[in-house]
């Protein structure tokens, strides 16, 4: 359903709804993965990211959303500077990344704290964005409603009993969709949520022995 | 909201409501959000919209190539031209000002796309100084753009690789002569004739960007876009009426977009 406000809107630092907003929202939403800023980056661009991107600033985008600022944040203008400033190692390069990916994609490889991650992610047009491949799992993620990532051991009663957890903690699941690389295999989990799961749920989850990773992803749009 | 502009404007004329009234009532129902809520959002957009017609005015920014930066405060200070001193060259400068802070990487509205952002607070912002109109009649505009831009998304496309610059600022231009119809005081049936004949003016309009960057001729094309919304604000409220239904135009737009050789649409 197309909202007024999808129309007259969103606030953001140009020139580009996909090329500028989109990238950031890429940029914060990975950032989340890692829980933070990342101390190093890759970020490998594709298609019409990687023709018109620089002339965009999809580059500054990406930078200023792993740094945490929002789409309408000035700062993005100065993001490569910053980085610098910071002290932080991200290295841009053009590649592609399949014949069949969207035209404005990018693959990230970020690295926090020792810990690694790998996503690719799309600019679909007018802001929205999809990750598409979170550390090889296929994944559908818009950042468009806060959302808990995890990956746990495959066993049964998994979903009943995260779905359990969040249900005592009053957040209500909007989506929860389940992917794995082989049977038997970790699944990765992605659960969109109504409201922030909050610090509480994400204990629970992370005290499960079967779960060997969570994240709580604030929401980047719409 | 609506996915025809006749079911709105039947709507309103049936209720004695204006058009503004009756997208923010659905918006509300739809959104499950107050009336003042979004009122409230649209305000912020209206301060941010003013916000770049100033920046822009100042003049200093250049854009990421170099090519574009400097022309909205040419217009603004020219004396030279039949138009100069006039809202016409108020307007044609505003939207100037606004895509040169875009082109920059300044603070935008995307309304609907950051590469149109410049049309509608060019006409709004223009008009509400020229015949000082206050800001609750420029956020019930904005209200009646948004009404007019979720009915071309719903029909058409609002995007330029899909449906080349007519959709664009073509969408823009028509969602701009709309709102100010209704806050000069024209009816809703006003309002649709306004939408009608400024975007029969844009179809087959195409995106063409150098480059592939908002940048030349995007800044123009704000410009001259807004130029048509002044005439299409001008003919519906002298009372011309289009024959063709204002569906039937943004469907044939959105026809025309989907026919236009990818060549024409971006990149």
Redesign the interface.
């Known amino acids: 359903m197309v909202s007024l406000l999808d129309i007259i809107g969103p606030v953001m630092v140009g020139p580009s709804s996909s090329h500028t907003a989109g990238a950031c929202r890429i940029g914060l939403l990975v950032r989340g993965l890692v829980g933070g800023t990342p101390e190093k980056a890759r970020i490998e661009l594709h298609g019409s990211f990687a023709r018109t991107g620089e002339g965009h600033g999809t580059d500054k985008a990406l930078a200023g959303g792993l740094l945490g600022f929002r789409p309408d944040d000035e700062r993005l203008r100065d993001a490569l500077d910053i980085m610098e400033r910071e002290g932080l190692d991200y290295q841009f390069e053009k590649t592609t990344i399949s014949d069949d990916a969207h035209p404005n994609t990018c693959r990230l490889t970020v690295e926090r704290a020792g810990q690694i991650a790998t996503v690719i992610g799309s600019s679909l047009g007018a802001g929205r964005i999809r990750l598409s491949e979170i550390d090889g799992y296929p994944v559908e993620l818009t950042g468009t409603l806060p959302t808990i990532v995890l990956v746990a051991a495959d066993q049964k009663g998994s979903v009943a009993r995260i779905a359990g957890i969040l249900a005592e903690q009053s957040v209500n699941l909007a989506t929860m969709r389940l992917s794995r690389i082989e049977r038997g295999g970790d699944a990765f989990m992605t659960i969109e949520c109504d409201e922030p799961p909050g610090d509480s749920a994400r204990a629970a989850i992370e005290r499960l022995d079967w779960v060997k990773w969570v994240r709580t992803l604030d929401k980047v749009g719409g | 909201?609506y996915k025809s502009l006749a079911d709105a404007i039947r709507d309103a004329e049936a209720s004695g409501r204006t058009l503004s009234a009756t997208?923010?009532a659905l918006?509300s129902k739809?959104?499950g959000r107050t009336v003042e809520d979004?009122r409230s959002?649209?305000r912020?957009?209206l301060e941010?919209m003013r916000g770049a017609v100033e920046r822009g005015l100042e003049g200093d920014l250049r854009?990421?190539?170099g090519l574009v930066g400097g022309d909205a405060l040419l217009v603004a200070k020219s004396s030279a031209g039949p138009m100069s001193n006039t809202l016409f060259s108020d307007v044609l400068a505003r939207a100037l000002a606004v895509q040169e802070?875009?082109?920059?990487?300044?603070?935008?509205?995307?309304?609907?796309?950051?590469?149109g952002?410049g049309v509608?607070p060019a006409v709004l912002t223009g008009l509400a100084r020229n015949r000082g109109i206050g800001d609750e009649a420029v956020i019930d505009a904005?209200?009646t753009?948004?009404?007019i831009?979720?009915v071309v998304?719903?029909r058409a496309s609002?995007?330029g690789?899909?449906g080349g610059c007519q959709a664009e600022t073509g969408a823009a231009a028509g969602?701009a002569a709309g709102a100010a119809t209704e806050m000069l005081g024209g009816t809703p049936t006003q309002v649709g004739h306004a939408v009608s004949l400024t975007m029969q003016g844009t179809l087959g309009l195409v995106c063409d960007p150098l480059?592939?960057?908002?940048?030349l001729p995007c800044v123009f094309r704000n410009a001259t876009g807004s130029a048509l919304a002044l005439a299409g604000i001008e003919m519906a409220l002298a009372g011309i009426t289009f024959a063709i239904p204002v569906d039937e135009v943004i469907d044939v737009m959105g026809e025309i977009g989907r026919n236009m050789d990818v060549r024409y649409r971006e990149?």
Do not use: K, Y
Request: net charge negative; proline share 2%.
């Open positions: 909201m997208a923010l918006e739809d959104q979004i959002a649209l912020r957009a941010v854009s990421a190539s802070v875009n082109a920059a990487m300044g603070v935008i509205v995307a309304a609907p796309t950051a590469g952002a509608l904005l209200a753009a948004g009404l831009g979720a998304a719903e609002l995007s690789a899909e969602m480059g592939g960057l908002v940048e990149t």
